[in-house]
């Protein structure tokens, strides 16, 4: 299965900062982002410390694309599986998909519909499911980040309720959002 290392995004946020450099200053002062700057992303095994650079270069226009696909490439251990830190990260995600001004709001939900596809626990179900994904018990970020989706309840409902999202969502990703919302 194809892993993402940490090197590998210690070196995809440098080279975005790089390119960027000015995309962290871009949303030092919006209220989705307080308390970025104070979480230790470094400490989570396997995130590189520039995480809270990368969530403000979600607000630059010109950076905002390719913040959102370095972080989603951050966030993620592989294709299949969430991050320890994508849980610290998701509060930052959820508000800032419910924010109009965000440039790149619908990546953002769709980004929370995998985050949420993803959290589901898999125990109980097929062995290949659990192969693929991993037990909960090994993958609490799952858990964690139901809880997140659960204590940002409105803002999922919100999001779900929005008809300013260009594509809206559809009935199973409603469906999916609403479990990983819902204790």
């Given amino acids: 299965m194809c892993r993402i290392t940490a090197a ?20 030092r002062d919006h209220p ?16 590189p410390a520039g995480v809270a650079a ?20 951050v966030l993620m251990d592989s294709v299949f599986r969430l991050g320890p830190a994508m849980p610290a990260a998701l509060p930052f995600l959820l508000r800032l998909a419910a924010d109009p001004a965000v440039p790149v709001r619908a990546g953002l939900a769709e980004v929370l519909l995998v985050v949420a596809e ?3 626990s898999v125990d109980g179900g097929s062995e290949q499911a659990i192969r693929v994904l991993g037990s909960d018990h090994e993958r609490p970020e799952r858990a964690l980040c139901r809880a997140v989706f659960a204590e940002h309840v ?10 300013t999202l260009p594509d809206g969502f559809a009935p199973d990703e409603r469906a999916s959002l609403l479990k990983a919302a819902t204790p």
């Avoid at 989705?32 to 995130?47: E, H, M, T």
Wanted: hydrophobic residues 45%; glycine residues 8%; proline residues 6%.
């Fill in 8 to 27: 590998g995004k210690e070196a995809a946020v440098a080279r975005f900062l790089q390119e960027f450099p000015r995309a962290p200053q871009a949303g």
């Fill in 32 to 47: 989705a982002l307080r308390g970025c700057d104070d979480i230790v992303w470094a400490d989570f095994p396997g995130c």
């Fill in 54 to 73: 990368v969530l403000r270069g979600l607000l630059d226009p010109a950076a905002a694309s390719e913040a959102e696909r370095v972080l989603c490439n």
């Fill in 118 to 120: 993803l959290s589901h």
């Fill in 154 to 163: 409105d803002l999922v409902r919100g999001l779900l309720d929005d008809r």
